[in-house]
């Protein structure tokens, strides 16, 4: 029982749990729709509407451009609908910085896309329809993380 | 022509798998980049747990709906998503990475945050726009 604990200190249920419905939840978009529901595409797509060059306008962005803000509102839906059912609505907040946050985000999202995928689309769709060039690059971002969670994320204050 | 055939079930249907994936990422506590982090420096392995029951079960889906029906319940076709190994994937992710670990936020949770009062992470949400517009724009068409 011990390795359990010191392997999972805060539990392990509601980690299977939320990934069992994240799963179901790719599942079911693809059973009803026939997509593949990863997310950082999201981030492209939408500014197919503002953004009029070649590269934003490709069909890939602006043919599903809808349904993915459609997805992403689902997402923040489902997480409100946890905040007010299960956490009671408690005042939630981080400890990581402002500007780590903000440099951090901004290179997710560049190199999200530069990548074509992120942790759902190469990590959840990608692995879920057992492709090697996903799997590698689930590789590839899980050492660089490593990296920048041990070395920069803790040396910077 | 079956993009237009059961729009709004469509809709309705996007919506509600959307929300089945912020409740599960909520639920998960994905949503805290602390968690994350923790993973990320072997302190927690939760995310093994979250990233392993969600293959699993998109494992059994892509692989075996398209055997049991041809086509999606509300029409449509099974789209297929091909990821490619080339130089672009593996810098992209490489820097995805560095991200990650920088802040703890990927795009999912990015946006579900926002649904379950994390606000803090606006801040990530606001990077990740900015990141994917200037990868957008320094790429040719």
């Known amino acids: 029982m011990s390795l359990i604990t010191t392997l999972f200190p805060l539990g392990w249920l509601h980690y299977l749990a939320g990934g069992l419905l994240i799963g179901c939840a790719v599942a079911l978009l693809f059973a009803l729709t026939g997509r593949v529901g990863g997310m950082s595409t999201v981030f492209s797509s939408s500014w197919s509407w503002l953004i009029k060059t070649p590269y934003f306008l490709q069909a890939r962005y602006t043919d599903s451009r809808g349904w993915r803000l459609v997805y992403a509102g689902g997402l923040m839906l489902g997480a409100a609908l946890w905040w007010v059912l299960v956490d009671g609505g408690t005042p939630q907040s981080t400890r990581v910085s402002a500007w780590q946050l903000l440099l951090g985000g901004l290179l997710v999202g560049y190199g999200a896309r530069l990548g074509n995928g992120c942790t759902s689309g190469h990590g959840i769709c990608g692995l879920g329809s057992l492709q090697w060039p996903s799997l590698l690059a689930v590789l590839t971002f899980m050492v660089t993380a490593f990296l920048s969670a041990n070395t920069l994320g803790r040396w910077l204050p | ?141």
Request: proline share 4%; aromatic share 10%; glycine share 16%.
């Open chain 2, 1 to 141: 022509m079956s993009a237009h055939t059961n729009g709004f079930q469509q809709v309705l249907a996007t919506l509600v798998c959307g929300a089945l994936f912020g409740f599960g990422l909520a639920l998960s506590t994905m949503i805290q980049p602390e968690v994350v982090l923790q993973f990320l420096r072997f302190e927690n392995y939760g995310l093994m747990l979250v990233m392993g029951g969600a293959v699993l079960v998109t494992v059994v889906a892509y692989k075996g709906l398209p055997r049991l029906t041809t086509t999606p319940l509300l029409g449509g076709q099974f789209q297929q998503h091909a990821s490619q190994w080339n130089r672009d994937t593996a810098i992209g992710a490489a820097i995805f990475g560095l991200g990650w670990g920088l802040c703890g936020v990927c795009p999912g949770p990015a946006i579900a945050a926002l649904g379950a009062g994390n606000w803090d992470l606006v801040y990530a949400l606001v990077g990740i726009a900015v990141g994917a517009l200037l990868q957008g724009v320094t790429t040719r068409g």
